[in-house]
């Protein structure tokens, strides 16, 4: 505790800045799993915030509820744009683009759909942007000449995911 407190007093006289970095030395470890759990916490976020609309009125417990889904929702539609522009950005390279040359658009289509997961409550929505980051997901791993499969998540939402196939 008292180490504690003498960084505290350390940092308030010498305030340093807090920086944030995927891995720019690269590490090389990049994977879009990340990016899918972000997007199906989304969706399930979507469906929590649809069952309390149901409800004929919202207590106040529902209504700090209903605000902590809506953050959530934005902070994990956010997390999943992030996801895929550190692998976008920085696993991709000339190679990986003549293989897969449309992967500008796709990424551009993935930040638009995040984008609207973050503005609207409508589900189709968060399994649009899902569809579009498992689609990423192929064509990642197929990059790294690993196989993928097509299952379903076993806990909520239960969509549809692009795993990579180890052996």
């Known amino acids: 505790m008292l180490l504690h407190t003498l960084i505290r007093r350390l940092e308030a006289h010498n305030a340093l800045p807090t920086l ?4 720019d030395i690269p590490c090389k470890i990049y994977d879009p799993i990340s990016a899918q759990l972000a997007a199906l916490s989304v969706i399930r976020f979507m469906d929590l915030i649809a069952e ?7 207590s106040l417990a529902d209504q700090a509820q209903l605000s902590r889904l809506v953050t959530e929702k934005e902070t994990h539609a956010e997390k999943a744009k992030h996801e895929v522009r550190v692998i ?10 003549e293989k897969f040359p449309d992967t500008h658009a796709l990424v551009h289509s993935i930040m638009l759909a995040g984008s609207a997961c973050k503005q609207g409550l409508e589900r ?8 579009l980051i498992n689609q990423f ?14 299952a379903t998540c076993p806990y909520p939402p239960a969509e549809a995911v692009v795993y990579p196939k180890l052996d």
């Open 137 to 150: 997901a192929e064509a990642f791993w197929t990059t790294k000449d690993v196989a993928t499969f097509t």
């Open 124 to 131: 189709d929505k968060g399994v649009k942007l899902l569809e």
């Open 88 to 97: 976008w950005g920085d696993y991709f390279k000339q190679p990986q683009f």
């Open 20 to 23: 944030a970095a995927h891995c």
């Open 52 to 58: 309390l609309a149901a409800k004929d009125s919202l």
